[in-house]
Nanobody, 126 residues
Framework: QVQLVESGGGLVQAGGSLRLSCAAS????????MGWFRQAPGKEREFVQG???????RTASSVRGRFTISDDNAKNTVYLQMNSLKPEDTAVYYC????????????????????WGQGTQVTVSS
């Protein structure tokens, strides 16, 4: 089992920044691909960014150039730095973990991730 706890959400004006954190416990952090997803009201959960041990990342086109995912293996924590926020970024943001399976692939489908945090609300006002 992997336990994930997100923090750092809140209310911010358009153009502002937030940094989300996801603390992982329970299994070896480096054996998992970590991802950030988000879900806006009435919409499906969507992939935002993912990162695997070694630092390779995958980014959704909607946030490319504005969001940055990073990790700190010593702290078993993954971060999502969100800059130039827009009202359409408003959503509940979820941290998720998928077994790395020894490949270099970073999945982006919800069903590929086995463990999820409780989510943290991000609201961007116009």
């Amino acid at each position: 089992q992997v336990q994930l706890v997100e923090s750092g959400g809140g209310l911010v004006q358009a153009g502002g920044s937030l940094r989300l954190s996801c603390a992982a416990s329970g299994r070896t952090f480096s054996n998992y691909v970590m991802g950030w997803f988000r879900q806006a009201p009435g919409k499906e959960r969507e992939f935002v960014q993912g990162i695997r041990s070694g630092g390779s990342t995958r980014t959704a086109s909607s946030v490319r150039g504005r969001f940055t995912i990073s990790d700190d293996n010593a702290k078993n924590t993954v971060y999502l730095q969100m800059n130039s926020l827009k009202p359409e970024d408003t959503a509940v943001y979820y941290c998720a973990a998928a077994p790395s399976k020894g490949s270099v692939y970073i999945p982006a489908r919800v069903n590929d991730f086995d463990y999820w945090g409780q989510g943290t609300q991000v609201t961007v006002s116009s």
